[in-house]
Nanobody
Framework: VKLVESGGGLVQPGGSLRLVCAAS????????MKWYRQAPGKERELVAG????????NYADSVKGRFIISRDNAWNRVFLQMNSLKPEDTAVYYC?????WGQGTQVTVSS
């Protein structure tokens, strides 16, 4: 079981990024998948989740209306579309399935 994130980078406030979580060893459609983030000096926090099967979605209040979680069952990937990015979104973003974590991808929002 492995998760590999990509898509992070440096973006200006108001910009967008799409994070990708490539999964192997299991199918994302059969698992509850989540995105977390951890900013320097802060605890890791849940950003968004998508349930197995029908794929109900949930979001942290801080990102509602700006971030969208989705998945591609054929490619076995989970995405996090991040729009209207703010400096406070700066963090390392992690893909999660239960006790399995990816290595993280850095997102920096700065002018």
């Amino acid at each position: 079981v492995k998760l590999v994130e990509s898509g992070g980078g440096l973006v200006q406030p108001g910009g967008s990024l799409r994070l990708v979580c490539a999964a192997s060893g299991f199918t994302v459609v059969s698992s509850d998948m989540k995105w977390y983030r951890q900013a320097p000096g802060k605890e890791r926090e849940l950003v968004a989740g998508i349930t197995s099967g029908v794929g109900f979605k949930n979001y942290a209040d801080s990102v509602k209306g700006r971030f969208i979680i989705s998945r591609d069952n054929a490619w076995n990937r989970v995405f996090l579309q991040m729009n209207s990015l703010k400096p406070e979104d700066t963090a390392v973003y992690y893909c999660n399935r239960g006790t399995t974590w990816g290595q993280g991808t850095q997102v920096t929002v700065s002018s």
